[in-house]
């Protein structure tokens, strides 16, 4: 009952059930997978050249492997203020060729409430039906690849998937 007023207070706004104004910020904030993930879908889909998202540990892992695989053209971490502290934050442009974007979007698979994991031969058997899409996994390496994932023999959790 207590999700589905969360979700009703995110609808109708925090007031109308008793929710105070950082309930919604907190539930953004829970996720830094998917909050950086829809910033970078937002990017794509507006095409703007640039995009800034606050800095976490989780955002930046995943930024650096989106930066690899050629998702991301550059990116630049530098720091702000906002309400009078200071605060990382992370500016990054996604890769654009002749106004197309490298990929369509990032789908976050893996959420705080569902896990999904993948073992190592379902790896092999997706990847053969794989062309240009990848698969971002968490594994015992850090985040990787399914590529990667085959070739270090490894299996782990589906975070998102690129296409």
């Known amino acids: 009952m207590g999700a589905s007023l969360i979700g009703k207070a995110l609808d109708f706004g925090p007031s ?14 829970s996720n830094t ?3 950086f993930i829809s910033h970078v ?5 507006k095409k703007h050249a640039q995009t800034t998202v606050r800095y ?28 009078f502290k200071p605060r990382k934050f992370i ?30 031969k379902a790896l092999s058997v997706v990847n ?14 850090g985040l990787i690849t399914h590529k990667e994932a085959i070739r270090s023999k490894v299996s782990g959790q589906v975070l998102a998937i690129i296409g």
């Open 91 to 120: 500016t990054f442009s996604v890769t654009y060729y002749r106004g197309t974007p490298f990929f369509k979007s990032v789908r976050v698979v893996t959420t705080p409430s569902r896990k999904h994991t993948i073992s190592l």
């Open 33 to 35: 997978y998917s909050y």
């Open 128 to 141: 053969k039906s794989f062309k240009s899409t990848i698969m971002i996994l968490s594994s015992t390496r």
């Open 41 to 45: 879908n937002l990017a794509v889909r």
């Open 56 to 83: 976490s540990k989780h955002s930046h892992q995943l930024l650096h492997l989106l930066y690899q695989t050629g998702c991301i053209h550059n990116y630049l971490i530098h720091w702000g203020v906002v309400r």
């Open 16 to 29: 109308e059930y008793g929710f105070e104004s950082h309930a919604s910020r907190y539930l953004i904030l």
